[in-house]
C-alpha cells in the first residue's frame, strides 16, 4: 500500500490473469487510483475471491486446470513441460520456455481472499477481452467485463502482452489519452 500512495493521483493500475484480484483489491484502498485495466483478469466485486467466481459462474473447462500441480507448501506450480505452449501459444518455443521459467508457485490461499471494496464499479475500468485464452476461459471473461467501464476484444491467447506488444501498448495508449 505504501507504494501505492507514493504514486501520483492519476494513476492507471493494470492487472493480468490473478493479478486482477490484485489489483482490484489494491484499488479498493486508494484514492490514486484514475482507471483499472484488466487482461484477460479476475476483475472482483466486493467480497468476491478467485475461487468464489469460479463456483458461481457457470462451468466452462480450460486447458490450465489439467497443468495445476500441488506442492507440499499449500500451493500450486503448472507444469513446467505444458505451460508455456498454453500461456504463450503465439511464441516460439524459445520465448515459451523462457516465459514458463519466470512462474512460480501461486499460494492457495491467495484463491480464496476476498475483494473488501467495490473498485470495479467506482473506478473507470477498461477490460481486454482475449477470445483465444485456455486459461481464463472466455465467457468467463465475458462476466468480469460486463462489470468494467468498457471492453475491448481482442483475438489473442492468455497473454497478449508477449504476442502482441504493440496491441497491448496502442490499448494502454488510448487509455491513458482518454
Known sequence: MEALEALPSD???IGHSYGGAVVSQAAAHS???AHLMFIAAFALEAGESVNG???????HKVELANIMVPTDEGATTLDPEHAGALLYPGSSTVVQRANAK??????NATMTQEVDGAPVSA????Y???NQD????????RIMAARCSSVIEIDSDH???VDEPATIASIIQEVVNA
Not at 473506478?123 to 477498461?126: L, R
Open 159 to 161: 497473454s497478449p502482452f
Open 53 to 59: 467466481f469460479l463456483r458461481s459462474a457457470p462451468r
Open 123 to 126: 473506478i473507470e475500468s477498461t
Open 11 to 13: 494513476t492507471l493500475l
Open 31 to 33: 484514492d490514486r487510483i
Open 134 to 141: 485456455r486459461a481464463v476461459h472466455p465467457e468467463h471473461q
Open 128 to 130: 481486454v477481452l482475449c
Open 102 to 107: 519466470r512462474l512460480g508457485p501461486q499460494p
